[in-house]
């Protein structure tokens, strides 16, 4: 994506029109009104005492010091950093792995690429709910074990409040590593085949040339890999919803469930947009340094 | 057979049996899913989902197609698909034209602040739905549509906006511009070079956005929860609605027949289309 404004260095000719200025009128209107205005309205009705109805006198951090007195809010906030860390890790490492072994010419690469990349096709609610019947004690994993004869096998981490959030992983891992085995496999097939060559008349083995050659030389995209995830985790909502639904009681909650329920169910808007411009900011901290970097990067 | 090269057959062999369980661990979930679709009510609960079916029957499909109750509705999850269908059909070709049509302005004419329009648009890409939500619903009630159908293509034309338009203009922006000058030399204007010089060129980048769009809006569940309203509830909401509901005996089968007929319109376009929907899933990365 930051390739997109690093390649906007002007063109020498480009013709003027009336017309082109009135195509792009909606546009700029939607990007204005939709979102600089809503993001901006939902800034500072969490520096008011917004409760059930927008109040528009300026309140500074209460809802802030509320919001982080919470109890549910603080499971939530802390679980995004659980559930980020381990789901940024293992799809990372599942994405890379599998992106190594299809970049070492396999046979029937077409069907192996088939089947990890599907899983990106499903929607989280259909991937929440699937994973959500596999690890159920009752008819998942516990139960396929306890049917091999160890009848008090036990397996319900989905049911516990202190293990329900690490369930998440497994489904995001199976969801989005595939999407980094592409990006990254796309990058490997890039790499300068001298380099190979060099390595293989060095007598390098091949698994050392990958860690500390050809992987060091994709860093700048797996940086890109890291982005993507952590930004999805910050946004997550819909696979928590049909996994746990925040439970048992809000134990395995996220910031973005927080916010959907705080705004719909409860009407407490100055607590959600409290919790929405903690997202946003999530956000903002991983995107704006990155495109920094990356436009710095590109541009030298 | 020198040391060497039994090293690299065992590499190669290994290389195989890690794909191949990686892969088993990937389709698993789909496997189970079919698996149990196809099963009675009770054998679900008497064995775990993973045995195969006894005697596999469909009856659990077309309970979850025309009866699976959604609270004291039961008129299936063919209500949500055709609701998903009428959503999915004009937001994609809103969004796909508006995406078409800006990226094409934003690459080829002389636009005053086109770059700090594009680093805006980027950074719509990336905001969370849930800093924006609140107001577009008082928004929308406010112009009298919210809870609609209209509401919720406007929705998902708003939020397909950034990455389409972005993924027009990377397109467009790699085209030479002698296209456009040689047109406008023959006296073509800007419209007229969209549709007869562009447009033509653009067939694969179409493909792309338009299988983008199509995944992501059939996928949505938040947007169709909030603006759809309880008419047009897309099929994701009625299939969680179906899945969580927990009075009398959980009907396992149905459920996951239910999922499957939801996964199953997206599967499809993937498997058709393969090539196209990587590109667009990496070029779209970003959006959700």
């Known amino acids: 994506m930051a390739t997109v404004a690093s390649q906007a260095v002007g063109r020498a000719y480009r013709p003027r029109s009336l017309a082109a200025k009135i195509a792009l009128t909606p546009t700029i209107l939607v990007m204005l009104g939709c979102y600089y205005a809503s993001i901006t309205w939902t800034v500072y009705i969490s520096m008011t005492r917004s409760f059930l109805l927008p109040v528009y006198h300026f309140a500074g951090a209460t809802q802030y010091h509320r919001l982080f007195a919470t109890p549910r809010w603080q499971v939530a906030y802390t679980n995004m950093f659980l559930f980020g860390a381990l789901d940024i890790l293992g799809t990372l490492a599942v994405g890379v792995l599998l992106a190594v072994l299809l970049d070492r010419s396999v046979r029937f690469e077409g069907i192996f690429r088939t089947i990890l990349l599907y899983p990106l096709s499903i929607s989280f609610i259909v991937t929440g709910l699937t994973w959500q019947w596999i690890l159920s004690p009752t008819i998942g994993v516990q139960q396929l074990v306890r049917s091999f004869g160890w009848s008090d096998f036990v397996f319900d981490w989905i049911t516990q409040p202190d293990t329900a959030i690490y369930t998440l992983v497994f489904a995001g891992i199976w969801h989005q590593s595939g999407l980094i085995m592409a990006i990254m496999l796309a990058g490997l097939r890039g790499v300068d085949r001298e380099i190979w060559r060099a390595a293989r008349i060095e007598g390098i083995p091949v698994w050392r040339t990958y860690i500390s050659i050809v992987l060091p030389i994709l860093r700048p995209l797996m940086v890109t890999c890291v982005v993507l995830i952590a930004i999805a985790v910050v946004k997550s909502y819909e696979l928590v919803v049909a996994m746990t639904n925040g439970g048992p009681g809000f134990s395995s909650d996220l910031p973005g469930k927080f916010v959907v329920d705080f705004e719909f169910e409860r009407a407490n808007i100055g607590q959600a947009s409290a919790a929405a411009t903690v997202m946003l900011g999530s956000v903002l901290a991983i995107v704006v340094p990155y495109l920094y970097f990356e436009l710095a990067r590109k541009n030298r | ?288």
């Open chain 2, 1 to 288: 057979m020198t040391t060497a090269s039994r090293q690299a057959r065992i590499g190669r062999i290994g290389l195989y049996a890690l794909l191949v369980w990686v892969c088993l661990f990937f389709s698993i979930p789909l496997l189970v899913v079919i698996s149990t679709s196809l099963k009675t009510s009770d054998e679900v609960r008497t064995f775990s989902i993973f045995t195969l079916p006894a005697a596999p029957s469909i009856a659990a499909w077309i309970k979850a197609w025309a009866s699976a109750c959604t609270g004291l509705n039961c008129g299936g999850v063919r209500v949500g698909f055709w609701n998903s269908v009428r959503i999915l059909i004009p937001s994609v070709i809103i969004s796909v034209t508006a995406g078409s049509v800006t990226g094409y302005a934003l690459s080829h004419w002389r636009i005053r602040g086109a770059n700090v329009i594009m680093l805006l648009l980027l950074l719509c890409a990336f905001i969370p739905y849930q800093v924006i939500l609140y107001p577009l619903v008082k928004t929308f009630s406010t112009i009298g549509i919210y809870s609609s159908l209209p509401c919720i293509i406007a929705v998902h034309v708003i939020f397909g906006l950034p990455v389409m338009s972005l993924l027009f203009r990377n397109f467009y922006a790699g085209l030479p511009e002698e296209l456009v000058k040689a047109a406008r030399i023959d006296g073509a204007g800007f419209w007229r070079i969209f549709v007869s010089v562009m447009l033509p060129m653009s067939v694969n980048i179409l493909i792309v956005a338009t299988i983008l769009q199509t995944t992501g809006i059939w996928n949505d569940y938040l947007l169709g929860l909030i603006f759809a309203g309880r008419d047009n509830m897309p099929m994701t909401v009625q299939l969680n609605a179906i899945a969580t509901t927990s009075t009398g005996i959980i009907e396992y089968n149905v459920n996951t027949a239910a999922a499957l007929l939801t996964a199953l319109p997206p599967l499809l376009v993937y498997f058709v289309s393969g090539r196209y929907f990587v590109r667009g899933i990496t070029a779209g990365a970003v959006k959700g």
